[in-house]
């Protein structure tokens, strides 16, 4: 199985890792802007992101001169850390499923940096113990701190943005009550179907609203965010179980029996999260959450809108995590804690694709840029802190 072993290395597997974990969220939303239901497109996520998985394994964890390769692994006595591995998985594929909701209530760039800074606070504590303390804590937990500090501006973005919507909307009477059929009515009758909404205008939220599978308008926040703050709380457990799969800490693997490989640990990981993720979903497609409609596994067998996108939204997940326990595994999995930076590249997608905050105050302005500011400053400490496993 191929290793990686260099600082310089893991560093380029971190970079590459909060690329892609950046960016198949932002993918996820704009499938359901357009109207598809979230349970057809994570189901469609969840099939791709094992893919990859596979793909990793029988490739990068069956070439080079390490040894034991993936195959071998899974014909040896690892239950344990399997265990740990799948448990990983389980708080992952929950994560995601709730971030799926999250980001249409309080959006997309306020969902990412929440879930990462209560991951990066919780996690990177529990991951510099159990990694022996490799990385270096005076470095390690100023940048911990940035994201605390992140958190704060994410969560005060999202109410001066709120704000700045309800000034927007304020000559629609009784907006956020108002049903979608007397938003349409408005709509139409005010002449803003005329022509296409400009991003950030109080037309193109009531369009958005229209199309949108989740509908938004009159429901309280305060749903969207207990919803993100269970999500960060399942993703600070992923990488620390993913940690013990690996590096077997509590010593639960019999004298003589391997540790299990990043890629065979993956494997495992990804196996789990898929079958939460199908087993959820297949039920959402039945008994629906937050008023969205009742469908069928045969209407989601035939939905092919938006398909290619969720496919792809899968593999960028999959890939990114694969990179992120790469590069965990060599220099730490406190300092590979330093991806949860996604926030970065998801408000990037969220200006560039949906018009985030678009016609904003200067208030929310200066806001948004001090909380990128935070998470520059994060990740460069974090990954500073790398250290060597040895």
Known sequence: ???????????????????????????????????RLPQHTYLDYTITNLLAAVIIAFTLGQIG?????????????????????????IVLSLGNLATQYAWAFVGLSVTEVITSSITVVI???LNYFL?????????????????????CFGSAVHKSNAADNKSKLQNFNSLETTSSFQIETNH?????????????????????????????????????????????????????????????????????????SVYTAFFYFSISAFVIALILNIRFLYWPVLGLPRSSFKAYLNDWNGRGWSFLAGFLCGFGNGLQFMGGQAAGYAAADAVQALPLVSTFWGILLFGEYRRS???TYVLLISMLFMFIVAVAVLMASSGHRK
């Open 131 to 151: 990694d022996d303390r490799i990385n270096r804590a005076e470095i390690l937990f100023p940048g911990a701190a940035c994201f605390l500090i992140a958190v």
């Open 361 to 363: 105050s200067r208030r």
């Open 65 to 89: 001169p390490s040894r034991p390769n993936f195959i071998t692994q899974l014909s040896q006595d690892n239950w344990q850390s399997v265990m740990f591995a799948m448990a990983g998985g």
């Open 123 to 125: 996690g990177t504590t």
């Open 188 to 260: 139409a009758n005010s002449g803003l179907a005329k022509e296409k909404a400009k991003e950030g205008t109080a037309a193109f939220l009531i369009e958005l609203e229209k199309q949108r599978a989740i509908k938004v308008f009159g429901k309280s926040t305060i749903i969207g965010l207990a919803i993100t703050f269970f999500a960060g709380i399942c993703f600070s457990m992923f990488s620390p179980a993913f940690n013990l799969a690996t590096n077997d800490q509590w010593h639960t693997l019999k004298h003589g029996v391997p540790k299990l």
């Open 1 to 35: 199985m191929y290793m990686i072993e260099s600082k310089g290395g893991a560093i380029t597997c971190m970079l590459l890792a909060l690329l892609f974990l950046g960016t198949w969220p932002a993918i996820m939303t704009l499938t359901e802007r357009r109207g």
